[in-house]
């Protein structure tokens, strides 16, 4: 199975900052690669798909990019409504996996 | 509007088996495969398992396989997930999920609000 590893586990940050979460995937997965944005009692939302294409709706703030095995999640400029927990996700293989989570925190 | 909403959680002891329902409407539930992922408290989200459009593709993660099954049934756009021989660590928020396109390698793109599971004696 693919394996996906996020860091940091948690991060703290003023608004207005700019912050980057990393994920690695134990093998290549191209750019099969999700970014969903998860608060405490909502359902998951999907922010960036195909490692870089932003889901409709969602603020230009947020970015993605890599291929292969490592990839970014970029947030600009930090909103109040941003602090949650953010997972990426590999859908290169039938059995998918997550990320174990980067939570976003106010400093 | 697209909308999933999941039903049949609840508490149930170290052993037990449970259903899991989740019903879709909005867009045509048959052309889209569909997945369960959880939530147990204060982890992660953990990819669970999906189901191809006609049901002839399944996959789980291995800490469910053999203990759960899951179906769907396009005429009454419902997905299920059959939970048996239940664990504690099978406690968590089940979410159901839809699949984008038509593949199965598309990211997860709407969600129910999710069913807690509970496993304890």
């Known amino acids: 199975d693919i394996q996906m590893t996020q860091s940091p586990s948690t991060l703290s940050a003023f608004i207005g900052d700019t912050v980057t979460i990393t994920c690695r995937a134990s093998?290549?997965?191209?750019?099969?690669l999700a970014w969903y944005q998860h608060k405490p009692g909502k359902a998951p939302k999907l922010l960036i798909y195909k490692a870089s294409n932003l889901e409709s709706g969602v603020p230009s703030r947020f970015s993605g990019s890599g291929s292969g095995t490592a990839f970014t999640l970029t947030i600009s400029s930090l909103q109040p409504d941003d602090f949650a927990t953010y997972y990426c996700q590999q859908y290169k293989s039938n059995s998918q996996t997550f990320g174990q989570g980067t939570k976003v925190e106010i400093k | 509007e697209v909308q999933l909403v999941e039903s049949g959680g609840g508490l149930v002891q170290p052993g037990g088996s449970l259903r899991l329902s989740c019903a879709a409407s909005g867009f045509t539930f048959s052309r889209y495969w569909m997945t369960w992922v959880r939530q147990a408290p204060g982890k992660g989200l953990e990819w669970v398992a999906n189901?191809?459009?006609?049901?002839?593709?399944?996959y789980y993660v291995d800490s469910v396989k053999g203990r759960f099954t899951i179906s769907r049934d396009n005429a009454k756009n419902s997905l299920y997930l059959q939970m048996h021989n239940l664990r504690v660590e099978d406690t968590a928020v089940y979410y159901c999920?839809?699949?984008?396109?038509?593949?199965?390698?598309?990211?997860?793109?709407?969600w129910g609000q999710g069913s807690l599971v509970t496993v304890s004696s």
């Open positions: 189901i191809k459009q006609d049901g002839s593709e399944k």
């Open positions: 999920a839809s699949v984008r396109g038509f593949s199965g390698y598309d990211p997860l793109d709407y």
């Open positions: 093998q290549s997965i191209s750019n099969y």
